[in-house]
């Protein structure tokens, strides 16, 4: 072999392994929609400390993500709004049953710029059009169909209902005022820049808003997917988590 194919394979034998150390460093995390400033903030943070992490995030639905990982989609890390899919991930097992933790909390509210006077449940008769997130794969519209349905108000408010793709796009109706208002979480009415908070749904009307993380039986294999889920559960990012109005307990 002479001396300049020594360099090329060296080189080649370089570049291989610096892939492959970029590779071992690289998360994918699924987060539900309605957590995107909290991982952000948490992933900012946590890449000054680990320089070599790069992070892929993909915020949405919580049904629409799970349904992703089933397909195979690439996810090291997810975070759903409510306990529904990520026990159906782990029925399929999908992640790994030791990783499953609470990471927070939150509650449901209903936001609006109306000039309607709209302080609870019952004053939506009013309204004509409400936002909520698709029931069948966004946690924040199934909590809201749980509610309406328990207070009666089911046949008085299907027709009213405007279907968005996640808790965010909910939020983003109100603020345009293309509805009357939105059910949203406590933490998305906190991000609203013209709609207000009209009032907070009863809890005693729906299930308690409850985020479980999980790691993919794919994530499961990586030290550096272990090492965030332990820095998810951290002082730091509890924190992070109350500054943007998530409950802790």
């Keep these: 072999m002479t001396q300049a194919m020594k360099k090329i394979v060296l080189l080649c034998f370089t570049l291989l392994m610096m892939a492959k150390t970029a590779m071992a460093g690289e998360l994918n995390l699924s987060v539900a929609a309605s957590l995107k400033e909290v991982i952000n903030e948490l992933t900012a943070s946590y890449t000054a400390k680990h320089p070599g992490t790069v992070f892929l995030k993909n915020f949405g639905p919580s049904g629409t993500l799970a349904g992703q990982i089933e397909n195979g989609g690439p996810a090291d890390i997810i975070i759903s709004a409510n306990t529904e899919w990520v026990d159906y991930l782990n029925n399929k097992k999908l992640v790994d049953a030791s990783s499953i933790k609470t990471f927070t909390y939150n509650s449901l509210v209903f936001v609006g710029k109306t000039s309607k006077k709209v302080s609870s449940l019952k004053d939506l008769t009013k309204l004509d059009k ?3 997130g698709s029931p069948k ?5 199934e909590y809201a169909i749980a509610a309406i349905t328990k207070a009666g108000l089911a046949s008085q408010l299907t027709n009213k209902l405007v279907m968005a793709k996640d808790v ?5 109706y109100a603020e345009l005022g293309e509805v009357d208002g939105a059910f949203v979480y406590k933490t998305d009415a906190l991000q609203a820049q013209k709609s207000k908070l ?6 005693e009307l729906y299930p308690r808003v409850v985020y479980p993380m999980a790691i993919t039986i794919k994530g499961a294999k990586n030290d550096d997917v272990k090492a965030f ?5 951290s002082d730091e990012a509890k924190s992070v ?9």
């Excluded at 794969?137 to 519209?141: E, L, R």
């Excluded at 965010?168 to 983003?172: F, H, I, K």
């Excluded at 009209?198 to 809890?203: A, S």
């Design 130 to 132: 409400i936002a909520i």
């Design 137 to 141: 794969s966004v946690p924040a519209g």
């Design 168 to 172: 965010r796009e909910s939020l983003m």
């Design 198 to 203: 009209l009032f907070t749904v009863p809890q």
């Design 229 to 233: 889920h332990v820095f998810l559960q």
């Design 241 to 249: 988590l109350s500054k943007y109005g998530f409950a802790l307990k």
